[in-house]
């Protein structure tokens, strides 16, 4: 048995990485892994400063005060970080912003103030410029009432000094950690998946099955095909890993404020790799039975829809989960759920304090689940070899299976 699983596996496996685009793509991940480790070094460095002196200049802002309750040199005060220019003429304001004379111009009335500004942009939201022009106003409104706007601005500037002690753990600094590894994880399931079962359709059109099916028990054929994806999977990362580590020893210090290989929390770590693992070999035996359903290599991707939006489901539960902080009714569930919790499960451990007890529970459940979805593969790779002619549903393939079941019994 042993022997088999090994031949094939190895078969496939050399199959897999002989291929020029995986070739292509393992240089590729090495040389994106390489450079994201540089990322923060450029960042900080020449290669962005034009970038951030653009973004940090001061602005030239236009204003019209037509309010004269205002006085000019102290709202000039307020609006410090502004090189600001009064108007008279709103027409010609218009068109100094149009003509990027001016970043923005304001119209300011006793009750309201009117922007301008070329383009609108995200970035726009929370507008300093606000904030600055209503403080001005605040202080307008304190003087009118005959109080000291100075003593409010230090007693409101008096306030607790507190500080949070985490008695648990501070999911902020895991943060950056757990959504690249949970992003590593989508897409290896959806492209090893893809190949999986484009594999296993592809023996199924040029008859290789059949072939395969007299020598060799599907157990052993199925279980061979996954292996051998896991382990050119887990060559393609190695060298993603790798490009990136190499990178990290020469940037180190810039990555200090970000992250540290080595405060990564070890329970998180553990129980990626157990769940990515598991997870994996789950979804490949789903696509591995998808893959048997069909009959041409063009019907895969029809046939694969269902997986891949289960795990796009998946994805985005886990990113529910990461930005919620884990602890709802409906993430613990997701971290059970079998097609889940592979996302799930490792971004409450390293979010929350879970028991080794739930990860052992949700971990044996997920185990048990991929074991029934192989012996299920299996059987309809088996199927496979006697359905010819139009793809098979998944329905038609449990009443097929009932069926040989029944005729089985009845020998």
Known sequence: MLNKIKLISSFEFKQLIKNKSYKITTAIFFALALLAA???RLIQGNLFKSITEEFNKTQKLGIIINDDGIDESELKSFLSNYEVHIYTDEEKLKDDVLNKELDRGAIIDADSIQKFVLNSKLTDMGDSLDGALNEYRYKK?????????????????????INEVILGKDSKQNYFIIYILLFLLYMIILTYGQITA????????????????TSTKPKYLILSKVLATVFSAVLQVSFLFIGF???YLFNKEYWSD????????????????????AGFFLYLFIFATLGALVNKIEEVSQSISSATILIVLAYFGAIFALTTGSESSFVTFLSYFPLTSPFVMFIRAGMLNISIAEVALSFAILVISAYLIYKLACDIYRLGTLQYGNRMTLKQA???????????NNE
């Open 38 to 40: 540089f990322a923060p």
């Open 141 to 161: 409104l304190i003087e009118t009432e005959g109080l000291d706007y100075s003593k409010i601005k230090a007693l409101e500037a008096n306030q607790y000094q």
């Open 198 to 213: 484009t594999s296993v359709a592809k023996e199924k059109n040029d008859r290789t099955m059949e072939l395969l099916i």
């Open 245 to 247: 580590a190499v990178g």
């Open 258 to 277: 970000i992250f540290s290989i080595t405060s990564a929390p070890i329970q998180l770590v553990v129980t990626f790799i157990l769940f990515m693992i």
């Open 398 to 408: 449990f009443k097929a299976l009932r069926e040989d079941k029944k005729n089985k």
